[in-house]
């Protein structure tokens, strides 16, 4: 399964294996910001984020994951100390991640 992959790829900071899982035709959707993302603008913030100190993910779950989805839920801490709960939905196709959708709440420390 790609969460395992995906943890993976994060914890060694190792954004070549992340970008490995994205398909050719990846797209991200940010509710909270109300903007998407194609493939490169997503693969230039995905690389900013796992080269970041300052921001980090914590208590990282899948809850659900099969051949065409990956339900995942986090905790994030941005570098202004803030902290959101994050909710990412991650579609599949051939494999490989497709799209994610994200929702973040901020949450008081």
């Known amino acids: 399964m790609l969460y395992e992959k995906m943890m993976r790829a994060q914890d060694e900071k190792d954004i070549d294996s992340f970008l490995e899982l994205l398909h050719d035709e990846f797209r991200m959707v940010s509710h909270q910001l109300g903007i998407e993302r194609d493939k490169a603008a997503f693969s230039e913030m995905a690389a900013q984020m796992m080269a970041s100190t300052a921001l ?10 099969n051949d065409d989805i990956l339900v995942e839920h986090s905790f994030m801490t941005l570098p202004d100390g803030s902290r959101e709960a994050v909710m990412a939905v991650w579609t599949k196709l051939e494999g490989k991640l ?9 949450i008081s420390n």
Do not use: M
């Not at 980090?56 to 994951?65: A, M, N, V």
């Not at 497709?98 to 901020?106: D, I, K, N, Y």
């Open 56 to 65: 980090s993910f914590d208590r990282q779950r899948c809850l659900y994951e």
């Open 98 to 106: 497709l799209q994610v959708e994200t929702g973040a709440t901020p």
